[in-house]
């Protein structure tokens, strides 16, 4: 597979899993029902949901540093994945904390 094919895959791959995983949100019956056990459960996943995504991104930076031939084009793509790394990982501490909330309760 030429590595143009590959690169599409990747991204396409990728950009997907963003899509789906952006519209996750908290369980309204869970809330409801005050279950904060269920929640904690809940917001720990996403969390570690992810940090699985930040590490795609870091694998995706990587692999564009290493592939893709025109330096301009190469970091403005290794600086959106950086980006995304880092909000990626953020969020996901946020979502501990939330978590962390939860089970105290």
Known sequence: MPRTSELKTLVGATLLALTVGCASVPPRDLAEQNDHAGLTAWY?????????RAEEMRQMGKYYEIYIPKQSQQSTLVQHC???????????EELDGLAKLHAEE
């Open 82 to 92: 950086r980006n995304l790394v880092e909000k990626y990982t953020k969020a996901a």
């Open 44 to 52: 720990q996943e996403e969390a570690r949901d992810l940090r699985m």
